[in-house]
């Protein structure tokens, strides 16, 4: 198809290709100011904005334009997911440049528009733009209910800390692309999790509605970032154990735990639990391992443990500010 | 004051500055995963959100940081009014380079925090990365009474079609700005329009609670590109009376005409009332004039009537994908 040629054309065919289905709930989508939405009764709304920029979140000659749309909702869905909220809909934020308007543009809404039907997380509205590069920024609005929503502020000294999943396989994944020719293919498993990731909302909503965690939020920038994030807002500390992370088995045992260390875009949850409900955790819950990686502590430092000795764990994630 | 020099900082210092503050109904705002919320009962959700991008939208040498702040929270609260809604909160989207993470920071977010007071809609929440250009997104999240949103849809054959204020002012401030070397002062008033735009919420919510509209939107791209717009949702067309054009007095008659028809960025808003309830409209609204500029009409095309003829009203507003 021939590239939208004005702002009314790229709207007209955003709205076609995914299916802006008005609702019970939603009165109005994409094509007026403003998208009007009814709430449940009884509920909290849960709100998030996440940037996806070229350059910064990913690379136009590498990275699927499926995989970007994909992966630009999923993130944004993890932090819903972070709350143990459940994802409604979405506005979605597009600067492209013209060129891209017709074939990259088609494949990246097929992506975003799977992505929307496996979430449940529907298109509502949003704003298209013109730039020489490809910007994206996603609101995701859920709901949860009162009460019930997961805080980064609740844990205690004695709280277990868990992880879902494996941690780092994701940044392998970009590694890997990054070495590799052209756009890539989810070729392995390490590049599918970097190009697909999968937020976590049945395990988020399922600690809500039990009240199992006493604090959580998504692991983006990798564990020995967003942890100090949520130590801080809880005002505590934490020791990890460093033979308990989930690490990939994709690489030699050292060079793996790096990874599950350091590495973001994992889109994992990390949450706490306090130890005499530890019980009531699944060592799997819906075939994604749950790991007790270590415990909270009252004094606000955070350390490492191995065999021998305690470290403090020096933060080595991502932050976009730090070069 | 130094440039925040990581992300965490960075996301500090604009806490600080915005003054997240907890309310009743806003249980959590920046630094948790996302923004948690309870709705009034018995409302429905407004949402809406808006890109606002150096090069595209401002010009970093020659806006003033504290109109970027202002501008960008004003335009996106404008589809909130141009809904009848009231505004309550914002996600604040912030792309920046490190080397703008102080002075112009501090301006920016001055400029942000007199319109959040002014527009009484507050921080929530938002996420913040680094690039070489400021990139600005705001999503706004407002409430309306159920059934009393004004569509652009609603408009029917005879209903007269009104704007507010005075029309392409905003564009003939951008003209000055342009010309002037360094950053612009609102010297006069054409540029504290282009700068400090108001948007026309009391307006708005005036006449979505006396049900006076029957449709409306705001002039963001300018009339010739915005009515069409209206036209098409409304499945209607427009007949313009040239002579009735509220322009402005500071150019000649022709020329402001022409800035009245085709220039963007007055977010004044355009509306539809049935005739027989014209009589309940003042000529100004708090300070504001309300004008008459034509009639919808059966026949899906829109026309510009002088004294001598009627011609198609050709689409001469801002589209960044029009070059």
Redesign the interface.
């Known amino acids: 198809m021939k590239p ?7 709207v007209a065919r955003i709205a076609r290709q995914l299916g802006f289905a008005r609702s019970k709930t939603l ?2 989508g994409l ?9 449940a ?1 009884g509920r ?8 996806f ?1 070229e ?2 979140h990913f690379l136009r000659d590498k990275h699927p334009a499926d995989a970007v749309g994909w992966k630009c909702l999923a993130r944004a869905v993890s ?2 997911a ?2 143990g ?1 459940e994802p409604r809909f979405f ?1 979605l ?1 597009l ?1 492209l440049p ?1 060129s891209l ?1 017709g074939k990259w543009l088609d494949e990246f809404l097929g992506g975003l528009k799977r992505a929307a039907k496996v979430l449940g997380c529907f298109a ?8 020489a590069n490809v ?1 994206i ?1 996603i ?4 709901e ?1 209910r ?1 009460g019930r ?1 997961i ?3 609740g844990a205690k000294p004695g709280d277990l800390i868990y992880v879902s999943g494996i941690l780092g396989e994701a940044d392998l994944g970009l590694r890997q692309l990054r070495k590799q020719r052209g756009v890539a293919r989810p070729s392995n498993a390490a590049l599918r999790k970097h190009l697909y990731p999968e937020p976590r909302l049945a395990l988020g909503q399922w600690l809500a509605a039990n009240r199992l965690a006493t604090a ?3 692991l983006s920038d990798g564990l020995s970032t967003d942890l100090p ?1 949520l130590c801080a ?1 809880s005002r505590v500390g934490a020791r990890i154990e460093m033979d308990s992370l989930p690490a990939s088995s994709f690489l030699p045992a050292a060079e793996a735990r790096e990874f599950a260390l350091h590495s973001g875009d994992d889109y994992e949850l990390l949450f706490t639990v306090n130890a005499k409900n530890a019980h009531r955790l699944p060592q799997r819950f819906r075939g994604v391992p749950l790991t007790c990686i270590g415990e909270i502590t009252k004094h606000r430092r955070i350390f490492l443990q191995d065999k021998q000795k305690a470290e403090p764990l020096r933060s080595g994630g991502w ?5």
Chains 1, 2 share one sequence.
Do not use: H, K, Y
């Open positions: 939208a040629q004005n702002e009314n054309a790229l009165a109005v094509g007026d100011d403003a998208a009007l939405w009814t709430p009764r909290q709304t849960v709100l998030t904005c996440d940037w920029l350059g910064s932090d819903i972070a709350m909220g506005l934020g600067a013209s308007a509502a509205g949003g704003d298209t733009t013109r730039q910007l920024t609101t995701v609005i859920g949860v009162p929503a805080l980064r502020s959580m939020m998504d994030r807002a932050d976009p500010f730090r070069s």
